[in-house]
């Protein structure tokens, strides 16, 4: 379909890349047709032609509405633009309605109706045939049909031709991606980059891990045998336990058993101790009898001591008299003793002079009976001179 354009001529709208085709349009009060107006049907190629304001350009702006270009990209600001209002209280009217119906055929003649509609409130309603669905659904469809919205495939807008001519290697590919839809892609390609480089580094963890976890399983493997040899020793270790404990048990109860009969021999050595012991304690108290006896004794015998004392202590000075009389005594009985020596000396001299004399005196008596025998014979008396006499009557 082609339509001659006041301003640049000619416009193109594609059926979609599937072969299906706009038949027509019903048009109800959007921009400048008011009411109900039925558009087309449109063959494979329609020239639209009319003078400057007929309405071409809203023709066109009228199909991009039904396709679900945003009002921004519309020939006005706000979908209440949309609307047709002849005067500015047209515009201030409340509850004003416009809606879009576009025929579709496809390419096996069966025909499907889009409309678009601005309600009272100022939204959008979207309808496929007669049923009311939402935006994705209403997208999905046009979508299927290689209608894509964003990318505007559908209409070769005024000055298309000329800013594509003009387009560098870049924006075309960016145009040619929006068009064939590959840009719609992208994020999809780019979060799957980034899963990719994202499994990629998983996947270097993941071999890092593996080898981590081949070292582990070698040292878990030499662990093991560790483990196994130390469960094979420590239960070496039980047997030689239990068998020491055995041991241990056996000469326990050998030592039980003499520590019994010793046990024996001790008790009956306690009870002789215990008898001995009552019998001692018999003896004890017996001794404890006579101990407080002598006690008493010493009690007593303290007490006479002390008696005792204070009377020596009386005594002393008669002690002391007594000693003097004893030192002067014996001082005596020495000089006694030397009298006594002195006396023995002159006795020991007497005998010898006495003996002497005895000898003198057997002289003298020899003499005198010599003398009696000569004087019985001269007158018969002895006449002795005085110191003769004298000796004679000494001894
Ligand atoms: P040209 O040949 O100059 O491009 P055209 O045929 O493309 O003209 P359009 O741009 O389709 O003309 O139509 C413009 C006319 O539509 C204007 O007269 C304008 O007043 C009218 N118009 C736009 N919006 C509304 C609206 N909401 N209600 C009523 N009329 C409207
Ligand atoms: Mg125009």
Redo the contacts with the bound molecule.
């Keep these: 379909m082609a339509a001659a354009?006041?301003?640049s001529g000619d416009f193109r709208v594609r059926g979609g890349s599937v072969g299906g085709r706009i038949d027509r349009l019903v048009v109800e009060n959007?921009?400048?047709y008011?009411g109900e107006q039925t558009i087309g049907p449109f063959v494979d190629f329609t020239a639209i032609i009319?003078?400057?304001?007929?309405?071409?350009?809203?023709?066109?702006?009228a199909i991009s509405f039904v396709l679900g270009v945003r009002s921004t990209h519309l020939?006005?600001a706000q979908l209440k633009?949309?609307?047709?209002?002849?005067d500015d209280r047209?515009?201030e009217a409340k509850g004003r309605k416009a809606s879009v119906r576009l025929f579709y055929c496809q390419p096996n003649q069966e025909e499907l109706c889009f409309t678009r509609s601005i309600t009272g409130a100022g939204g959008s309603e979207y309808r496929i045939d007669r049923n009311q669905v939402t935006w994705d659904v209403y997208n999905a469809k046009l979508r299927s049909l290689g209608i894509l919205v964003k990318a505007r495939n559908f209409l070769v807008f005024q000055g298309d031709v000329e800013s594509i001519a003009s387009k560098n290697p870049k924006e075309l590919t960016a145009l040619l991606e929006q068009i064939s839809g590959s840009d719609e892609l992208r994020r999809e390609y780019d979060e799957l980059e980034e899963q990719k480089a994202r499994a990629e580094e998983k996947s270097a963890l993941v071999y890092q891990e593996k080898r981590t976890i081949v070292m582990e399983r070698k040292q878990k493997k030499v662990q093991k045998e560790e483990a196994e040899k130390h469960l094979r020793l420590q239960q070496d270790l039980k047997l030689l336990k239990t068998e020491h404990y055995l041991w241990q048990l056996y000469t326990i109860e050998k030592d039980i058993e003499k520590i019994e009969a010793e046990l024996v021999e001790d008790r009956e050595s306690l009870q002789q101790v215990q008898e001995e012991n009552r019998s001692s304690d018999y003896e004890l108290t017996a001794k404890k009898k006579e101990q407080s006896a002598f006690l008493k004794k010493i009690t007593l015998s303290e007490k006479s001591i002390t008696k005792k004392k204070l009377e020596l202590d009386k005594k002393q000075p008669e002690l002391l008299k007594l000693k003097e009389q004893i030192s002067r005594l014996k001082s005596k009985i020495k000089s006694c003793k030397k009298e006594i020596d002195k006396k023995k000396d002159d006795h020991k001299k007497h005998l010898g002079e006495l003996r002497r004399l005895q000898s003198d005196l057997v002289e003298v008596t020899e003499a005198i009976e010599e003398l009696n025998e000569q004087g019985q014979d001269t007158s018969g008396k002895l006449l002795l001179a005085d110191d003769q006499l004298q000796e004679y009557h000494r001894m």
Aim: glycine letters at 18%; proline letters at 3%.
């Design positions: 354009d006041g301003r959007f921009k400048s008011k009319g003078p400057n304001g007929a309405g071409k350009s809203n023709l066109m702006d020939r006005g633009d949309l609307i047709y209002a002849l047209d515009k």
